[in-house]
Antibody, heavy 120, light 107 residues
Framework: QVQLQESGPGLVKPSETLSLTCTVS??????????WSWIRQPPGKGLECIGS???????NYNPSLKSRVAISVDTSNNQFSLKLSSVTTADTAVYFC????????????WGPGTLVTVSS | EIVMTQSPATLSVSPGERATLSCRAS??????LAWHQQKPGQGPRLLIY???TRATGTPARFSGSGSGTEFTLTISSLQSEDFAVYYC?????????FGQGTKVEIK
């Protein structure tokens, strides 16, 4: 069974870049059967799609975040990563990585999430 | 983007009772609707996709229905492990969007 695990700093200063990595086990980020997603959840609020990446590097970003987001894939380490630049306190959230089935586009497996706080 | 609205925000139900959760889309999403369950401190878990197809491992007491703009998740007889927050997600259009969630709590 596929497992995903987020990792990265839990505290980021305003105006800096948030960087997170998702390590995948039990499956391959090189598979053409899946997309790999980032989704976030501000404290006490709902879920927001950030973006996703395909094994060939093709990406889709939420238009509301597109100017600040970059998602990349590292096939050698079976990981994919998120960078969110120029963060503000509004970017404080639990960040989830997830797998999405190609052609169906809903998330079928999620990581446990990691809290990132933006504060000076 | 498509706005998903869930109701009620909180549902108080006794174990063994039936729970009915609603999800409405601001425009048609066909049957491209999923339901996810989230427990405190955990990532969401996929329950239903295609509006009515149970994901692998989803108990038969969970059923989904609807199409277009109106959807329902029904839990036929609530078990202790079902008390959680439930989110609907449309994947008909990008960006995919989620409802604000319905919390199912013990009455």
């Amino acid at each position: 069974q596929v497992q995903l695990q987020e990792s990265g700093p839990g505290l980021v200063k305003p105006s800096e870049t948030l960087s997170l990595t998702c390590t995948v086990s039990g499956g391959s980020v090189s598979s053409s059967s899946y997309y790999w997603s980032w989704i976030r959840q501000p404290p006490g609020k709902g879920l927001e799609c950030i973006g996703s990446i395909y094994y060939n590097g093709n990406t889709n970003y939420n238009p509301s975040l597109k100017s600040r987001v970059a998602i990349s894939v590292d096939t050698s380490n079976n990981q994919f990563s998120l960078k969110l630049s120029s963060v503000t306190t509004a970017d404080t959230a639990v960040y989830f990585c997830a797998r999405k089935i190609s052609g169906l586009y809903f998330e079928d497996y999620w990581g446990p999430g990691t809290l990132v706080t933006v504060s000076s | 983007e498509i706005v998903m609205t869930q109701s009620p925000a909180t549902l108080s139900v006794s174990p063994g009772e039936r729970a009915t959760l609603s999800c409405r889309a601001s425009q048609s999403v066909s049957s491209n609707l999923a339901w996810h369950q989230q427990k405190p401190g955990q990532g969401p878990r996929l329950l239903i996709y295609g509006a009515s197809t149970r994901a692998t491992g989803t108990p038969a007491r969970f059923s989904g229905s609807g199409s277009g703009t109106e959807f329902t998740l029904t839990i036929s007889s609530l078990q202790s492990e079902d008390f959680a927050v439930y989110y609907c997600q449309q994947y008909n259009d990008w960006p995919q969007t989620f409802g604000q969630g319905t919390k199912v709590e013990i009455k």
